[in-house]
């Protein structure tokens, strides 16, 4: 699997969904996982990349672009050359002629006389191994004699060597290959950096509800200055006309923010003044007499705090009829 930098941005649609994920789940770290079936995957966003035709890593490493996630390396993995597959058989193979049929030779140094040799090779006495050179009992291992390495012996060619030659043969289609053909993948860990979470949930929202309140005929601005009742101009975040009669729409992503939207509200008409409230906000942290006048949307997801907006402006035009 590649990780794609230079692909194209994400549907915001897409994204929005990623989004809610993380913040409903409370996330703080995106950690692959792994299955013999589908190798490794990241199963908290297979929903989403499922249902939009995406690939998981693709969403991953654009949230990366957009700073939402900090990528750390996590693992490399050996993969199939041919068809990616992390199901594979491991050997070793002979470096002189390549066979397989090796055998592992444990070497030995007997601390009561010096001798170095082939552990597998002593010949064994009512249950214990005799050294060659003082025909001792070679007595108990890390005391009467130390394990200094390994070596592998090829039975067909009778090679011997430290260094067998990794092998690999994969389940899925067959396919053999030593270290040299190999894909060796890395695989990552995405953290995630909250105040870019908020600002993307934020940016989101204001991208999407614009979107579809277009697609119903508005006139849309964003990012517009409006003038309170006392004379006094205003930040707002969304602004929407038709039939010569404005709605007002501010989003939300902490407490506040929240907090700096209703000292506004009170200077403006409360009847066309909608707060959206991102779900990066918990709401229990709001004062409750705070939310008592006028058009509150609060969702545990982006998308259907969209929906609810939507349905809001709607409603502020039909009743102005």
């Known amino acids: 699997m590649e990780v794609a ?49 995406v690939p998981e890593i693709d969403i991953l490493e654009d949230l990366v672009k957009r700073g939402v996630l900090k990528r750390r390396p996590y693992k490399r993995v050996v993969e199939c050359p041919k068809c990616g597959s992390t199901r594979l058989v491991a050997s070793f193979r002979c ?15 007997h601390v009561t006389c010096g001798y170095m040799g082939v552990l597998e090779s002593m010949k064994v006495e009512h249950g214990k191994k005799i050294c060659p050179k003082c025909n001792l009992p070679l007595g108990k291992p890390g005391e009467d004699y130390q394990v200094i390495g390994a070596i592998y012996a090829c039975e067909d060619c009778g090679n011997r060597s430290e260094m067998p030659v990794p092998a690999y043969e994969c389940v899925d289609c067959g396919n053999v290959f030593d270290h040299r053909g190999a894909v060796y993948t890395p695989y990552y860990a995405y953290d995630v950096v909250l105040d870019a979470l908020l600002k993307e949930s934020k940016r989101l929202l204001i991208s999407l509800i614009t979107s579809e309140l277009k697609q119903r005929g ?31 729409i501010d989003i939300v992503t902490n407490q506040s923010e929240y907090l700096t939207v209703i000292g506004k509200r009170m200077d403006m008409e409360l009847g066309n003044h909608i707060i959206v409230v991102s779900p990066t906000v918990t709401m229990g942290s709001i004062p409750g007499q705070l939310e008592a006048r006028g ?13 609810q907006t939507v349905r809001e402006v709607e409603e502020v035009f039909s009743s102005s009829q």
């Open 5 to 53: 930098i230079e692909k194209s941005l994400i549907d915001d649609k897409v994204l929005a969904e990623a989004v809610s994920t993380i913040i409903e789940e409370g996330l703080t770290e995106i950690i692959p996982e792994y299955s013999p079936e589908q190798g490794f995957t990241y199963p908290v966003l297979s929903d989403v990349a499922s249902k939009y035709g």
């Open 95 to 109: 470096p002189e002629c390549g066979s397989t049929n090796l055998s592992r030779q444990t070497l030995v140094a």
């Open 218 to 248: 508005m006139v849309v601005e964003v990012g517009v200055t409006v003038r309170g009742r006392s004379g006094l101009s205003h930040p707002t975040d969304i602004k929407v006309s038709k039939d010569g009669r404005d709605v007002l």
């Open 295 to 307: 058009r509150i949307v609060k969702a545990r997801r982006i998308e259907e705090a969209v929906e």
